[in-house]
């Protein structure tokens, strides 16, 4: 099957680095003109770069997407460049593991913010020229954790789950205009974030999954590929879990 999204322009978010660059680079081999948005231009540039270098067409935006003003000045500008933002895959994210009860104001509001405020931001800059087109495909990436819960993860998990629930209401306030609306629950990934992991934990975790490994950055770019595809277009309000059978 060959996916239709040549010259469509699309916008990610975290994607300097992990399930983000894969997610670019996924999208920019399909024919996507790709606009890289980390708040580190080194590394967002970075996978620009590599995505041109192979003959894709994509640019670096660096800004705190954690920023409502800085989503607003940025999104205006690049509307003005490219008139709409076809598919957005909103994927930033941080963590700040702690126990609820040694968990700090500021670890709180810090995940809170990149990982769920983040996604309202771009959505309400740039659904508008969305809905104008009557073409759109918005893309939040979950977790199972916000799914199940996880130890040391209430910030992180509130902000996965609190994405299901975005996505769902969007799902439902869009379908009008064309535009759907899913997320993308990824399981255990390999990541820079898994890989500072110890052995033992990596193992443990690996032994809890059906499949008994860790998944790849490139499974999700895969599903999120098809998401943001013409091919998708009877697909709206879902949480599609890539993680290997666990918590089936």
Same mark, same amino acid.
């Given at each position: 099957m060959e996916l239709t999204l040549k010259d469509k322009v699309a916008l990610v978010s975290g994607a300097g680095r992990g399930i983000g660059r894969a997610i670019a680079l996924e999208l920019a081999k399909e024919g996507c003109k790709v606009v890289c948005v980390s708040k580190n231009i080194y590394s967002c540039g970075k996978v620009a770069e590599e995505i041109n270098a192979s003959g894709g067409t994509a640019e670096a935006v660096a $800004? %705190? @997407?954690?920023?409502?003003?800085e989503c607003k000045a940025n999104c205006a500008e690049i509307l003005k460049k490219y008139d709409t933002?076809?598919?957005? &895959?909103?994927?930033?994210?941080?963590?700040? %593991?702690n126990l609820l009860m040694r968990m700090s104001d500021e670890e709180w509001d810090a995940v809170i913010a990149t990982n769920l405020s983040s996604? $309202?931001?771009?959505?309400?800059?740039?659904?508008?020229?969305?809905m104008g087109k009557r073409w759109g495909r918005i893309i939040n990436i979950a977790s199972v954790s916000g799914q199940?819960?996880?130890a040391g993860q209430a910030n992180y998990s509130a902000a996965k789950a609190g994405m299901i629930? $975005?996505?769902?209401?969007?799902?439902?306030?869009?379908? +009008?205009?064309? &535009?759907?609306? !899913?997320?993308?629950?990824? +399981? $255990? &990934?390999?990541?820079?974030?898994?890989?500072?992991?110890?052995?033992?934990?990596?193992?443990?975790?690996?032994?809890?999954?059906?499949l008994k490994r860790? +998944?790849?950055?490139?499974? &999700?770019?895969?599903?999120?590929?098809?998401?943001?595809?013409?091919?998708? !277009?009877?697909?709206?309000?879902?949480?599609?879990? @890539?993680?290997?059978?666990?918590y089936m």
């Open positions: $800004f %705190d @997407v954690s920023s409502p003003a933002v076809d598919i957005l &895959i909103n994927n930033a994210g941080i963590t700040r %593991d996604a $309202f931001y771009l959505c309400r800059n740039l659904v508008r020229a969305m199940a819960g996880n629930g $975005f996505t769902k209401t969007l799902a439902r306030e869009l379908a +009008g205009r064309n &535009i759907t609306v !899913n997320a993308v629950a990824p +399981g $255990f &990934i390999e990541t820079d974030m898994t890989a500072a992991l110890p052995e033992a934990i990596m193992e443990a975790a690996k032994a809890n999954i059906p860790a +998944g790849k950055p490139e499974d &999700i770019a895969n599903v999120c590929t098809y998401l943001a595809s013409e091919e998708s !277009n009877y697909v709206t309000g879902q949480v599609i879990a @890539v993680n290997g059978g666990l």
